[in-house]
């Protein structure tokens, strides 16, 4: 028996997208085959923005479907990319002669399906693809692997791509902007107990107690390293620090930071660590100009967060505080 | 050391409340000494709402300060009343002639504090109570107890009192109305891991595998029984079952309907709790005619859920439609 308040493991995602549908009627439809999750008010004087991946990233993807964030998400099974021909469904579905913007997390999987659904849609319709590649904690793709990790910063890409569709930019200027925003962004995370898989009965990895994983992902999988336990005023600090140091934020800079629960987290904890991440960042001269706190971009329950932080520009600033209107986003 | 995202136990209200004001700055104010939280901007030509109990509940009640719901929250240590002086200032603060309401989940320490607050402050403030008792697997006071305990329900009672003091209502119409939501709302909960409260290393109870805890509370304590789990489809019938029975709602009766999750319970679970709660009202003929899901009454990181359902009348519907902006709810 799963330790986990669903049915059938195989039948998670579908069952939670019904109630997706049920909880959210005026914001999102869901499409059930081939499997995706669009506007329920369909925008079809702009660029269509669509995202996707496997699931269990809840609210990602399928709650920031919505006006100013995105207009199709396209999920897997869990931690599984979803196919090709759904992904081609769901732009085919949302794309209305202004062209599709993919915003892909940079997995093989996820790649290979969004890039292959490029190439299955006509070419009359125009497709670009932003790649997000913020884990801090995985090699850049200049060492002959895949390349870091998509994580959290994605959130920023969705909203900040979206609020510039909404105003009528076009596919080429939103997909330099999403490309922007990904360079100038990176993310690091930490987990105190990893996630449990449905229809399994204990974590992906064991920590001992005064243990924690740094670097881990959003799949269950074990991090860079193991290090001691730490109270938040050296954790955060030892998260921010390199975040910092990647974006190259200095002295002056401003930042717009989300403080991401990874599924178990407390709201407690949250804002623990939004209280010194704000310390930090001013003991480094660098201005908290936007934060965000909350489980936006899950691994299953795993019991830990992530930090991500993007260098803020007057317009990304601008299109951050439009408004947005999804199941998870709303303001 | 603690297996939380925190520094010292002792300091996690108080530093958690300065990140709610950093996170929230337009929605809430932060008052340290005496503690408590009041909207950013006053409202002044209104009844005041007044609400508090212990902290670990997050986002219960800080972050239903706000537009449409409290004017102000006073939270006490985790798990823990707060004092009468704080509930005293509180609503000193807030209580602008218009006399103030004091919503208060049924629990002995709550009970007297907000007595005594409600007792010290000037007889020129006009001041009433509404006690919060939803909780069904405790007995009711009749027993000679203390009486059922207040849990998610009070979400419903803070949104749709706050609906009608916004609307102008006396404090007397406010009370009456709150009294009523009381009445006509109930709610069962289960657990499947307890939490562990911070500076603590394991839960506060344990299962093993295949057990789940029915009828707990929002404090780590043991529930009314334990049981065999149970795939979501026979799980929210057990929950949902008795509280219709318990509200007297029947065949053409509709509801509105939260979807708790007690702390560490993922969206995908709450989602398939939502579709299967729907699919359970409908063999009843009964209409879900509104509800939300997600973290809002917490017990710490406990992994679990808690059904609350309120019999509607357009009374009720029309106050929970109204807008609310606050931290943890905004529509």
């Given at each position: ?12 995602v ?14 999102v ?21 669509i ?33 090709a ?41 125009e ?27 994605v ?46 009965s ?33 954790l ?20 717009i ?12 904890e ?15 001269g ?23 932080l ?21 303001w």
């Amino acid at each position: 028996m799963s330790n986990h308040i669903i049915n059938r493991p195989e039948d998670v995602v579908h069952e939670a997208l019904e109630g997706l549908g049920i909880l959210y009627p005026d914001i999102v439809a869901y499409h059930r085959d081939p499997r995706f999750v669009t506007r329920s008010v369909a925008s079809t004087d702009k660029v269509a923005l669509i995202s996707g991946g496997g699931a269990g990233h809840e609210p990602l993807h399928t709650e920031f479907v919505g006006t100013g964030m995105l207009d199709a998400a396209v999920p897997g099974a869990v931690f599984a990319s979803p196919t090709a021909l759904q992904i081609k469904a769901a732009v085919e579905n949302v794309e209305t002669g202004h062209g599709a913007l993919l915003i892909v997390k940079n997995y093989t999987g996820d790649k290979l399906n969004f890039s292959i659904a490029a190439e299955l849609l006509s070419p009359e319709r125009e497709v670009a693809i932003v790649v997000v590649d913020d884990d801090l904690s995985t090699a850049t793709a200049d060492s002959g692997g895949p390349g870091r990790r998509g994580t959290a910063a994605v959130l920023t890409v969705e909203k900040i791509c979206g609020a510039a569709a909404e105003r009528g930019r076009s596919l080429t200027e939103i997909a330099d902007l999403g490309r922007r925003v990904v360079s100038a962004s990176a993310t690091l995370s930490v987990a105190l107990r990893s996630c449990t898989p449905p229809g399994h009965s204990v974590p992906s990895f064991q920590l001992n107690e005064g243990e924690m994983e740094f670097g881990v992902g959003i799949h269950g999988e074990r991090g860079r390293e193991t290090r001691a336990t730490a109270a938040a005023s050296e954790l955060i600090p030892q998260l921010a620090g390199p975040v910092v140091a990647e974006i190259a934020a200095v002295e002056g800079d401003g930042v717009i930071a989300v403080v991401n629960g990874l599924g178990a987290t407390h709201g407690l904890e949250l804002a623990v660590a939004t209280a010194e991440l704000q310390s930090f960042l001013k003991s480094k001269g660098i201005t908290l100009d936007r934060v965000i706190a909350g489980s936006f971009v899950t691994a299953l329950d795993m019991h830990g967060l992530s930090i991500t932080l993007l260098r803020s520009t007057e317009e990304f600033l601008d299109l951050w505080d439009a408004p947005v209107h999804t199941a998870a986003l709303t303001w």
